[in-house]
């Protein structure tokens, strides 16, 4: 540390007899050069940097002590949540800017939420991972489940996967345990859609009108993995049932892509629901054909428990 100072102070005299330094600027580089941090830097580095470039590197040490001194005081102009860092490269000093663990912490979150889209479901869906459910007896096997669907997923993403269809009462957690398979298998990268579909109906409804049934349609039958949310929660039109989902689960049935449902209807009490229409019209064989590429794209799971909400 010694000998970087007392070199550094002769090689400022003579910089500053040739370029005729202001003795503010002396002052200042003194000032700069003396930090500790900037000291224990260029004795890390004697041997990459040679003088003449220590001396040239002022500017980037003066940002580097500036900034580093915003960052203390958490008002750093330059890049907030980064903090600044000397480092030798072709023989010059240079800064940079690192992330800190929070930033990072931050990004990493953001990425895994940015591989989950969501269609009018709430705020807080998958925030937490299926590691971070507790596990209850009537929820075991099912989270048992989902792993497994994880884990054949994540062998062969291309191949086809049976998803669940996962039903029981109200408010015991079913959305819930969805997004957090989804949330794991976000932080493993890979996509998927939830979609509350009821408000999706309503939605579809209104989409007529600026003719953007098509282009919705297409956003949530082509994602690799999709959750339809509260199937069967209110009367279905027969356009919704027929065209709408009807249409979405022929082409994931074709496609074989891995498709999830959460009910509070069983698959039989679906069937009957959908077979009903808002005109109070029967068609059974309409309602049967949407189960059958229901039973084809999941498994029925019943889930129990105690209501949650309150
Ligand atoms: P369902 O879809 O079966 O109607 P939800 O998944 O919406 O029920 O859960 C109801 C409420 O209980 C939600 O507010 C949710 O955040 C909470 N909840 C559900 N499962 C859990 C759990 N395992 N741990 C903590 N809170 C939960
Ligand atoms: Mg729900």
Redesign the pocket.
């Given at each position: 540390m010694e000998i970087v100072e007392i070199n550094l102070s002769e090689q400022m005299k003579r910089e500053i007899e040739r370029r005729g330094l202001s003795d503010e600027l002396l002052a200042l580089m003194k000032e700069d050069f003396s930090d500790p941090d900037v000291q224990a830097f260029l004795e890390e580095n004697k041997e990459e940097l040679p003088r003449k470039n220590i001396i040239r590197g002022h500017a980037k040490v003066h940002e580097f002590v500036t900034e580093k001194e915003n960052f203390k005081n958490n008002s750093s102009k330059i890049a907030k949540g980064y903090y600044p860092k000397l480092i030798a490269r072709n023989n010059h000093i240079d800064l940079t800017y690192v992330p800190t663990e929070e930033t990072k912490e931050y990004q990493k979150e953001k990425a895994i939420q940015s591989r989950i889209h969501s269609f009018h479901m709430?705020k807080?869906i998958a925030r937490i991972s299926l590691s971070d459910?507790?596990y209850?007896s009537e929820?075991e096997v099912i989270i048992e489940k989902a792993y497994e669907f994880i884990e054949n997923y994540i062998k062969n993403p291309h191949a086809f996967h049976e998803g669940m269809y996962l039903y029981?009462?109200?408010?015991?957690?079913?959305?819930?345990?969805?997004?957090?398979m989804v949330y794991e298998l976000a932080k493993l990268g890979y996509e998927s859609v939830l979609v509350h579909f009821p408000t999706f109906a309503v939605d579809m409804k209104q989409a007529i009108g600026d003719n953007s049934v098509g282009d919705k349609v297409d956003a949530v039958k082509n994602t690799e993995i999709l959750i339809l949310?509260?199937i069967g929660a209110d009367s279905m039109s027969s356009w919704i049932r027929d065209d709408i989902l009807g249409v979405i689960l022929q082409y994931r049935m074709q496609n074989e892509k891995a498709t999830f449902f959460?009910s509070?209807f069983s698959m039989k009490e679906l069937e009957r629901h959908l077979s009903i229409t808002q005109r109070g019209e029967e068609e059974p064989l309409k309602a049967k054909r949407i189960m059958e590429r229901v039973r084809f794209l999941s498994e029925e799971v019943y889930?129990e428990g105690p209501?949650?909400?309150y």
């Open positions: 709430p807080d459910l507790e209850t929820r029981g009462s109200f408010g015991i957690g079913k959305t819930y345990l969805m997004g957090a949310d509260d959460t509070n889930m209501n949650r909400r």
